[in-house]
């Protein structure tokens, strides 16, 4: 008989994780290669064009702000590239659930770029920035979730 795995996808804006789980006892061991990082950016150090002075005596200003900020910008960009990863891991089945823990706004995110396929892998989902907690530590969160 087949084991059922379960990925845990622990995520921020910024970082995120997969833990795998082979079933009750097995514990959780991060999957190789399946770990991502960007350096966390305030907007300042993303748009360099600072907004141009009003003072020209015209009726419109000089410069545009941005329609979108770019730290969310490029943290959304981030959680669609982590989602994509699923998607192709999941075609070629890697993983049979799915366990989601991020922070709130990257777990919106996350439900809004995985695909119908890996939708239907989500086993659960926790509104819950686990990022910095050591795997050895994740069972606490996980418990009543995942059987670890």
Known sequence: MKKTVTWVLIADGAQARVLENTGPGKGLKQVDGLDWAID???????????????????????????????????????????????????????????????????????????????????VAELNKDLTNVPTAQLNQHLDGILAA
Not at 89 to 117: H, M, N, T, Y
């Open 40 to 122: 966390p950016l305030q907007a300042q150090d993303i748009v360099t064009d600072r907004p141009g002075s009003k003072s020209g005596g015209g009726a419109f200003g000089g410069g545009m702000e941005p329609r979108t900020d770019p730290v969310e910008h490029r943290e959304t960009q981030f959680v669609k590239s982590v989602a994509a990863t699923l998607d192709r891991k999941q075609q070629q089945g890697a993983f049979d659930r799915l366990v989601i823990a991020a922070a709130p706004i990257a777990l919106g995110d996350l439900r809004k770029a995985i695909s119908p396929a890996v939708k239907k892998a989500v």
